[in-house]
């Protein structure tokens, strides 16, 4: 047996009442779906108005950059043409400068000469060895340089001549020649004297009687390093480093 039921709805509001309140949650859901979709459009533009900012502040940098990057290379070309022209203003003092005083030289000799000893002329002259020369570009040495090999005081050993030297010639009178070779050899004792040998000795007649004019010469390495008594360095020219 079956049973067969029936369902009865009866609807009391107003059939314009019930229009109106589903158009009023049509427009809230729309108003809902607006106000979603104003803030998802304000939110993505707050982030690429951001990122803009952020992409005009990196490009500020990197042209900052670029720019202190020219500048910076200006200073080290610069600094680099500095020091070239330091090293050749340093490569010319190296063979202009010496390293003892022409002063001390005179003192010294003038000092050493005996009693009866005067001195008429000191000449000093600055050589160098084609060798010398040959690392600033020279192709030619002085017409009288030493030999590129001199003899040392130990033997037959032989050791190079040095890159650069001071010739002296010493002009003047002595009573004999006993003052003289005192003369001679006091000065071959006294550092940094070195080849001193007597070129010249003749006999002069003056009024008082006979007197022997000579000429001495001598020699000074200047590629070695000189010491005051006492033991501070005077200079050191040597080529190629100092000793």
Known sequence: MSTVSAEFIVDFLPRDVRRRGVLATSRRRSMLLLGLLGSVVVGVACHSWNRFHEAEAHRGVSLALTTN???????????AGEQRELHRYLSVYDRLALPVEQSDIVATITNLMPERTSLSMLRMEVKESAAGKGTDGATHAPANANPAVAASGAGNIRTPAPSR??????RGYAQDNADLYEFERKLANTKPFAAVTV???????????????????CRIDLDVQYVRPGGSPVASVVKGGSK
């Open 199 to 217: 070129s010249e000795n003749k006999p002069t007649d003056i009024a008082r009687g006979r007197i022997q004019e000579f000429a001495v010469n």
């Open 69 to 79: 990057a020219t500048k910076v290379d200006d200073v080290i070309d610069r600094l």
């Open 165 to 170: 030297w001071m010739e002296i010639t010493i």
